[in-house]
């Protein structure tokens, strides 16, 4: 009955690979997001679809890609692979934002990405 | 422009002992104000929010916080310190509205409660 769940948990990596990370939510919600957390955890978003649509681009780098082929999954493609990738990638999502939405987000357990 | 300042990365508390993390916010609009707290290995869990309700907010596992606009604070406390409380307290902000709204978090604060 997990929420949001992602996988891998643990990616270990070479330089310039292309890799991608799963994320999935059972909870019906319209919105999710992908977050980057660094080595000093500081957390700050990357993405956000809403429904399948694009919604947040934060400035990410384009080798970056995420794909969300229906509401309830979020995936993150990563092109070659930087030293600076390193981090925990962490999904979450949450209900419909509008009107009376008090826009709590449901994280996931986190992807710990390490580039070598 | 929405931000939230953790004053502190680490605090060390006694078992038993008062926990106060401190969380100051800036905004142009009424804040939706949230602390998240993260277990080892683990992802983010919502503790408790402020959504311009009662300004005494009520968490989880004995935790509150209260949002004191005069002060732009929202410091979370904890009357006794239980050992199961040592993790990572993050604070954060909500920025945009609608489908454009994003959490904002603060640095964070390491919560370590000694035996």
């Known amino acids: 009955d997990t929420a949001v769940s992602q996988t891998p948990k643990y990616l270990v990596t070479q330089m310039g690979n292309d890799k991608s990370i799963k994320c999935e939510q059972n909870l019906g919600h319209d919105t999710m997001y992908w977050y980057k957390q660094d080595s000093k955890k500081f957390l700050k978003i990357m993405f956000s679809y809403n429904n399948k649509e694009l919604i947040i681009n934060e400035t990410v780098p384009n080798r970056f890609s995420p794909k969300s082929p229906d509401k309830a999954h979020l995936n993150l493609h990563i092109n070659s692979l930087e030293l600076g990738d390193s981090a925990v990638y962490f999904c979450?999502?949450?209900?419909?934002?509008?009107?009376?939405?008090?826009?709590?987000?449901?994280f996931g357990p986190g992807t710990r990405l390490t580039v070598l | 422009a929405q931000s939230v300042t953790q004053l502190g990365s680490h605090v060390s508390v006694s078992e038993g002992a008062l926990v106060l993390l401190r969380c100051n916010y800036s905004s142009s609009v009424p804040p939706y104000l949230f602390w998240y707290v993260q277990y080892p290995n683990q992802g983010l869990q919502l503790l408790l929010k402020y959504t311009s309700a009662a300004t005494l907010v009520k968490g989880i596992n004995g935790f509150e916080a209260e949002f004191k606009k005069s002060e732009t604070s929202f410091h979370l406390t904890k009357p006794s310190a239980h050992m199961s409380d040592a993790a990572e307290y993050f604070c954060a902000v909500r920025k945009g509205s609608g489908n454009t709204g994003k959490l904002i978090f603060g640095q964070g604060t390491t919560l370590q409660v000694k035996p």
């Open positions: 979450a999502s949450s209900p419909r934002s509008g009107r009376g939405s008090t826009d709590t987000q449901y």
